[in-house]
Each structure stands twice: as structure tokens, then as C-alpha cells.
């Protein structure tokens, strides 16, 4: 008697099961580990972040908007505030040119004492603001090595900004740039294209991101620096008093709902600024992606 094979060679094997923890993701929901990391990184959030600016915000309204109007209109709360967010924006744009040439010298370039640069780039993460401050003062104060007394004077305040923002856009520049292939920078250069057309067709289309992605870092910290800033700049009222200085002295003078209303509209200036930087960001990151190739023709 004869038997027939049915076993059928060519079909493809029974798909394994999945797993009760990586459903959810095929189904396009979350899966039970994910939910859970997100729920906890949701409770941290709230925890760290979002209670403490909801209180700052309540606070500045205690009592009423009124209040807080008059508390942010203040001769001395605007010029704090101006000069404030002037320096900050100031800085940011310094540190967009500057630390991109940085990074793409540190990248592209080899030469003795490159090391050193690397490690000293980082000095303003681990410093203390505080002995920044000190720092600051001794190269820059009336008894400086230099000869220049910056104590007192808004480019002192800028300085120390500049001091403790620098690493921002070099670090958030230099992965990118290392990331980059050489090889199409070749091929531009071999249909005709300048060093020029090269960096502003190819180059900067692929960093833009990283370096509004810095400058964003950049300001927040300038916006709410206080340690390197309290000692060069004197806290002169009308002056060199910058906003945190002075919502610390509202503090020492039990004002606190004066101090939450200037935090809580340098929060608001804050994010502004942070959401255009990002809308920038994300449009860099696009036409950086659907950036046509350089033509023959290319200077």
C-alpha cells in the first residue's frame, strides 16, 4: 500500500507566536513594558517639572492678574527683564556661529593640543557657576592680568553668559559633523561645485538641526543663569541687574508673589523662543532631508 507524502516542502514555516508584551507594538498600541516606562517617565515629569512651574504659575496669580501685571511692569522689572532676555538672545546667536566653527574645527581639523581643547570645552559643565563667577572676576576685574575691568558693565554680563553657554552648540554640533560622509562633499567637488556651494548645499542643510538644537540650550541657560553673573555683573539696578538677581532680592524681601510673576513671564518669554527655535529646527531637518543634489553645472 502506497502513502502519499502531503507534506507540502515549499510552504513557508507557522509563525511564531508573539509575545504577550510585544503585541501591543505590532498592533500599533503600546506594550505593557512600554506603557509602563511611560507612565513612569510621565510621574517623573510631573514630579520634577511640571508641579513645580504649575505652582510657579498659580503663585504669580495669587492675587489676580491685575497683580501681576503691576508686578511685571515695574520700572526695574523691565529693565531686568530687557536685559535679560537681550543678553540671552545675544549670546545664543554668538554661540550658533562660533560654536559651529568650533565643532567643524575640532572635526575636520588635526593639530597639537586638540585634546586639551576637547576637555576644556567642558570646564563650564563641571565648574561651579559660582567660581565661574570668580574666575571671571579675576581675568576681568580691576585687578585683572589684562588691564580690562568688565565688573559692572553689561558686556561683562554677556561674557560670563558666553562662559558657561560655549559648550552647548559644540557638543551638539560635533556628533553631527562626525556623523557626516565625506563622500558626497567629494562628488559635489568633482561635478564643479565650490567649497562655498558645497558647505551651503550640503553642510549646512545637515547641521542646521543640531545647531538650533544648541542655540535652544544655549538660551535657556543664559535665560536663567545666576552664579557667574551675581559677581561681574555688581547688580546694579538699571544696569547690569539681570532677572534672577532681582527675583532673588524680591525673595529677601518677602515678595514672593512679585518674584513668581517676573519667573513666570520669563517662562512664557522662554517658551516662545524655544517653540520657534524647534518649529526652525524641524523645517531644517526636512528641507535638509528633500535638499536636491548639486547639478553639473555647480559653482
Known amino acids: 500500500m502506497t502513502t502519499t507524502d502531503t507534506t507540502d516542502h515549499g510552504s513557508a514555516p507557522a509563525p511564531a507566536a508573539i509575545s504577550r508584551w510585544a503585541r501591543g507594538a505590532t498592533n500599533g498600541g503600546l506594550t505593557p513594558a512600554a506603557g509602563l516606562g511611560l507612565g513612569v517617565g510621565v510621574l517623573w515629569l510631573s514630579l520634577i517639572v511640571l508641579l513645580p512651574i504649575a505652582a510657579v504659575v498659580v503663585n504669580a496669580f495669587e492675587d489676580g492678574a491685575a497683580t501681576f501685571w503691576a508686578n511685571v511692569t515695574t520700572e526695574e522689572a523691565l529693565s531686568t527683564i530687557r536685559l535679560t532676555v537681550g543678553a540671552s538672545l545675544l549670546v ?15 572635526v575636520r581639523d588635526s593639530f597639537p593640543g586638540q585634546r586639551a581643547i576637547e576637555v576644556i570645552i567642558d570646564v563650564p559643565f563641571a565648574l561651579p557657576t559660582i567660581v565661574a563667577g570668580l574666575v571671571l572676576i579675576s581675568l576681568y576685574g580691576p585687578d585683572g592680568p589684562f588691564g580690562v575691568n568688565l565688573v559692572g558693565t553689561r ?50 542643510p545637515t547641521i542646521t538641526p543640531a545647531v538650533l538644537a544648541g542655540a535652544a540650550l544655549a538660551f ?24 534672577s538677581a532681582y527675583m532673588l532680592k524680591l525673595v529677601e524681601s518677602d515678595d514672593p508673589v512679585a518674584a513668581a510673576s517676573v519667573a513666570t513671564l520669563l517662562l512664557i518669554v522662554a517658551i516662545v523662543v524655544l517653540v520657534l527655535l524647534d518649529v526652525l529646527q524641524r523645517f531644517a531637518t526636512r528641507r535638509g532631508a528633500t535638499t536636491p543634489d548639486l547639478p553639473g553645472g555647480a559653482q
Open 220 to 243: 535657556a541657560r543664559a535665560l536663567g543663569e545666576f552664579g557667574s553673573i551675581i559677581l561681574i555683573s555688581a547688580n546694579l539696578i538699571g544696569k547690569t541687574e539681570v532677572a
Open 92 to 106: 545664543t546667536l554668538v554661540n550658533a556661529v562660533v560654536g559651529t566653527l568650533i565643532a567643524w574645527v575640532l
Open 155 to 204: 558686556t561683562g554680563v554677556v561674557l560670563a553668559m558666553l562662559f558657561v553657554t560655549l559648550p552647548f552648540v559644540v557638543r551638539s554640533v560635533q556628533p553631527v559633523l562626525m556623523a557626516m560622509e565625506r563622500d558626497v562633499e567629494e562628488a559635489a567637488a568633482s561635478l564643479g561645485a565650490g567649497g562655498f556651494t558645497t558647505f551651503r548645499r550640503i553642510i549646512l
